[in-house]
């Protein structure tokens, strides 16, 4: 059974930094594209960072230069690191899965708030 175990969330002032985590378990990670997924308060998910299985990475146009995604194929785990927050960063934020760019996100955490204040 997969699963995946985000942590780090809280909350931080405008300007800060925070550094999430995803640990995941039961399945080949390393064969694994990984994306970090956000959702604001009425609104859709969406993308903010993906790491490939290869290390190639994506972001957001509202994120680029400020998030950091990467990956630990030893210790299972994929992070991102978020410098210079802004208010509108607010949100819960998903880690997920999937095979490749042909298919879904399949499998996803349980999400962690990340509240960012002015």
């Known amino acids: 059974q997969v699963h995946l175990v985000e942590s780090g969330g809280g909350l931080v002032q405008a300007g800060g930094s925070l550094r999430l985590s995803c640990a995941a378990s039961?399945?080949?990670?390393?064969?694994?594209?990984m994306g970090w997924y956000r959702q604001a308060p009425g609104k859709e998910r969406e993308l903010a960072a993906a790491i490939t299985s290869g290390g190639g990475t994506s972001y957001a146009e509202s994120v680029k230069g400020r998030f950091t995604i990467s990956r630990d194929n030893v210790k299972n785990t994929v992070d991102l690191q978020m410098n210079s927050l802004k208010p509108e960063d607010t949100a819960v934020y998903y880690c997920a899965a999937r095979y490749s760019s042909l298919t879904s996100w399949r499998y996803w955490g349980q999400g962690t708030q990340v509240t960012v204040s002015s």
């Open positions: 039961g399945l080949t990670f390393g064969s694994y594209a």
